[in-house]
């Protein structure tokens, strides 16, 4: 962590992401060509619903990153975007042997959820720990796909040396695919773990017991320099689109970085890991294991 | 809660879990008769490997309470006590219509985990929540038999008016049939959940931020006045023996009763509740629902 000079104000050390990510693609490559020699290219399909513009971009930035790893990405639009369609589509891609990795990417048409639809998606192709088995599976300790992103949150502590063992943990955000798979991967790494959310009382006062804080609320700025302890390590798993169209996190990195010890950057921090991760969890699959 | 008498000790209300077991115990009656008058008398199963007086005492407690309710209950002894023979075991009753739960009992033999082999139990007669099927899906919120221990605790606080939303819980143990499970439902129902265990650093101090403390730890004596803040209501899930051979808790209830404002007593609180809350879901299981 940094060293303080006497004289200003300490600044946060930046947590990044992106060497982590080069490392992962690096092994990923290495991987997926020995498969690629061997008569299987490890491919992946992601199940795309919706016409919005920032999802089609993401979704588009997924198979840029997987063509130069060597692993096939595939997007399967459906529409129109009904339960039953995509219901239909995983279904399909479930019984297809050539794909060994699906991703079913929200956001999901109104009334059509996640949640309902993934226990589609058998645990081995599971790759980003969607289904409930697989986040049963996650929960027991036994073998499984987890979240990629609450996965990328592990990796890039462990990445900076960060220690966990012991310490308190405190975790802002309860979904199913960030807040709750990244709590308990905090708890088998055996930090003291507490999970606050939109009804906690003094969310600020929580937050400000965390030696390491995962934050992922889903709204810019949220986090300022009243919920992090001197020293705190902050990770930001926010991905908001500021008026002018940029990424942000969920921290306001300006008034937290004189009082953390770390902290994530938007963009390149969780982010490229995440995706780093899930073109892993893709060669994983192929392999016939999973990631973990 | 209790109203403190000047001039003494307070002492913490005692929070029994007996009038609760009534109460479902005549529901279950109920719903029982209505089920075998229309020709389906509800079963369940409970898979044994094991030798323990205690844990034969047990399941012949489950037998004699589930008689009493109008269910059956059939106790299944698998000798030897192997792996295969034990999942054979499952897998039959799986297939078995005429069995609507099956409860698969631990202590298991060494090196038999109960993670390992309770997949084999289909999440709808699961009737302990002990499969990953069941655990991912209380974790993302669909339905599924919770683990009745974990229930057991949720109940006995509604059931004494105690307040969770927004409210600070802490849960001791982090086991898969207790400590995780509880932290999950704490959590649904909007309480701030910290997860602690042994490698937790100044275990009391964590466990006094507790409005609400749940101890599942397996030791006796282990909480004590150290780890309560006035007023804090304290569930005790441990059921352990004392060296009279009496049954007693995780908490030492002569150092916790001054300080806290209520308190689950040892034998009357959790556990007569998880008994009836398991028959309660072999009824549900038999009527073709889950419980919650």
Redesign the interface.
């Known amino acids: 962590m940094s060293s303080r000079a006497c004289g200003r104000a300490s600044v946060a050390d930046t947590l990044s992401g992106k060497a982590l990510a080069a490392e992962i693609r690096a092994d990923v490559t290495e991987r997926a060509a020995k498969l690629t020699a061997a008569g299987t290219t490890p491919s992946l399909a992601i199940v795309v619903a919706t016409d919005d513009d920032g999802t089609l971009w993401y979704v588009r930035s997924i198979v840029k990153a997987a063509e130069k790893v060597g692993v096939t990405a595939t997007i399967h639009t459906v529409e129109p975007p009904t339960a039953e369609a995509i219901g239909a589509k995983l279904t399909d891609l479930a019984a297809d042997d050539s794909v060994h990795g699906v991703i079913l990417q929200t956001p999901l048409p109104e009334g059509v959820s996640l949640?309902?639809l993934s226990h589609l998606l058998p645990a081995a192709k599971d790759i980003d720990g969607a289904?409930?088995?697989?986040?049963?599976?996650l929960?027991?300790?036994?073998p499984a796909f987890a979240p990629a992103t609450a996965q990328a949150c592990m990796e890039l502590l462990a990445h900076h040396g960060v220690e966990l063992?012991?310490?308190?943990a405190v975790v802002l955000g309860?979904s199913?695919v960030v807040g709750?798979p990244v709590?308990?991967l905090l708890?088998q790494a055996?930090a003291?773990?507490?999970?606050?959310?939109s009804?906690?009382?003094d969310l600020p006062a929580?937050a400000r017991?965390a030696e390491v804080l995962v934050v992922a609320v889903g709204r810019a700025d949220f986090v300022t320099d009243e919920h992090v302890a001197p020293g705190a390590v902050v990770v930001d798993v926010g991905t908001n689109t500021a008026a002018d169209g940029s990424l942000v996190g969920d921290v306001a990195a300006a008034s937290v970085e004189p009082v953390a010890g770390g902290l994530t950057p938007v963009p390149g921090g969780v982010g490229p890991v995440t995706t780093a991760l899930l073109l892993r969890h893709a060669v994983s699959a192929a392999e016939g294991t999973f990631d973990r």
Chains 1, 2 share one sequence.
């Open positions: 949640t309902d289904s409930p088995v697989s986040a049963g599976n929960t027991l300790g036994l063992s012991g310490k308190r309860r199913a709750k709590a308990q708890l055996n003291t773990v507490t999970i606050a959310h009804r906690t009382a929580v017991t």
